[in-house]
Nanobody, 123 residues
Framework: VQLQASGGGLVQAGGSLRLSCAASGGTLSNYVLAWFRQAPGKEREFVGGISWTGSYTWYADDVKGRFTVSRDNANNTVYLEMNVLEPEDTAVYYC?????????????????WGQGTLVTVSS
């Protein structure tokens, strides 16, 4: 499956942004999905994930309550709604898909990756 992330851009602190990740070449409902991010000079880190039907989501502590992961299996798309953005949220955001049956928070749990979309939050 190929993943294509979009929706990044420049936003002021306190603002909101919605990222999308569209899949092709496969049925997204077969995969656990997640968002990761990588800030300049840092390692890629887990942001949030969502189960096959969307009934279960899990998040990194520093985005909990501000970010929401959702999915639309009919349209083969996963979303990341980001609110109350902070300069520390500046990063390239990646979507990822897992063929496994666990709700991973590590990169090794995911088999397919999108190309990333840049989010810049100004103070």
């Amino acid at each position: 499956v190929q993943l294509q992330a979009s929706g990044g851009g420049l936003v002021q602190a306190g603002g909101s942004l919605r990222l999308s990740c569209a899949a092709s070449g496969g049925t997204l409902s077969n995969y656990v999905l997640a968002w990761f991010r990588q800030a300049p000079g840092k390692e890629r880190e887990f942001v949030g994930g969502i189960s096959w039907t969307g009934s279960y989501t899990w998040y990194a502590d520093d985005v909990k309550g501000r970010f929401t992961v959702s999915r639309d299996n009919a349209n083969n798309t996963v979303y990341l709604e980001m609110n109350v953005l902070e300069p520390e949220d500046t990063a390239v955001y990646y979507c990822a898909a897992s063929r496994g049956s666990n709700f991973y928070t590590v990169m090794a749990g995911y088999d397919y990756w999108g190309q990333g979309t840049l989010v810049t939050v100004s103070s």
